[in-house]
Nanobody
């Protein structure tokens, strides 16, 4: 089992930047991709970005492409979500999750493939 802990959320103004972190512990060699997802009140949880174990496949949701970037540290136990030019519509609870399913180049992952989830970190974008 993999344990995930998100951090880095907060209250920011439109146009600001934030970096979220997802720390992984436990059986970290058992997953093939890690994804970031978000959920706003009254909406379904949605895909934001993901990265495969090697780091060479990184799909993004259309709504964040060009503004957000996913990366990881060299130890492969922390994955980051760099968020730039934040907008009010980015306000949500952000989760990281792991999957044993391999990412396919050019295709967004299926949220149903993600089985281990963190508790989430709140991002609020407001003036």
């Amino acid at each position: 089992q993999v344990q995930l802990v998100e951090s880095g959320g907060g209250l920011v103004q439109p146009g600001d930047s934030l970096r979220l972190s997802c720390g992984a512990s436990g059986r970290t060699l058992d997953f093939n991709s890690l994804g970031w997802f978000r959920q706003s009140p009254g909406k379904e949880r949605e895909f934001v970005a993901a990265m495969n174990w090697r780091g060479d496949i990184t799909p993004y949701a259309a709504s964040v492409r060009g503004r957000f970037k996913i990366s990881r540290n060299s130890a492969k136990d922390t994955v980051y979500l760099h968020m730039n030019d934040l907008r009010p519509e980015d306000t949500a609870l952000y989760y990281c999750a792991t999957s044993t399913v391999f990412l396919q180049r050019g295709q967004p992952p299926d949220i149903r493939d993600y089985s281990s989830w963190g508790q989430g970190t709140q991002v609020t974008v407001s003036s």
